[in-house]
Nanobody
Framework: EVQLVESGGGSVQAGGSLRLSCTASGFTFDDSIMGWYRQAPGNECKVVSTISSDGSTYYADSVKGRFTISQDNAKNTVYLQMNSLTPDDTAIYYC???????????????????WGQGTQVTVSS
């Protein structure tokens, strides 16, 4: 059974930082693509950042220079370090995965097969 378990969400003031974690099980993490998506109230789910099997990354323009995606294959975990947070970053953040080697950091949500339950990030001004 595939599981994606997210953690690290919470409430911070603008300018603060959070680090989200997503620990995966049930598939070969080394040969997978991982991504972070977010959904704010009343908005569609949007890609935040993705990382391919060989470590290539993608960032949405809105988070470039502030967020960093990384992964620890030994721990089957992908991270999202979020710095300089603003109220616009408030959303539920979802971890996504697609097993199978791919060198491209896919960004379309339909490319991902497995999804976590989401973790709330709230940034106050």
């Amino acid at each position: 059974e595939v599981q994606l378990v997210e953690s690290g969400g919470g409430s911070v003031q603008a300018g603060g930082s959070l680090r989200l974690s997503c620990t995966a099980s049930g598939f070969t993490f080394d040969d997978s693509i991982m991504g972070w998506y977010r959904q704010a109230p009343g908005n569609e789910c949007k890609v935040v950042s993705t990382i391919s099997s060989d470590g290539s990354t993608y960032y949405a323009d809105s988070v470039k220079g502030r967020f960093t995606i990384s992964q620890d294959n030994a721990k089957n975990t992908v991270y999202l370090q979020m710095n300089s947070l603003t109220p616009d970053d408030t959303a539920i953040y979802y971890c996504a995965a697609r097993d199978g080697y791919c060198s491209l950091p896919l960004r379309v949500s339909n490319d991902y097969v497995y999804w976590g339950q989401g973790t709330q990030v709230t940034v106050s001004s």
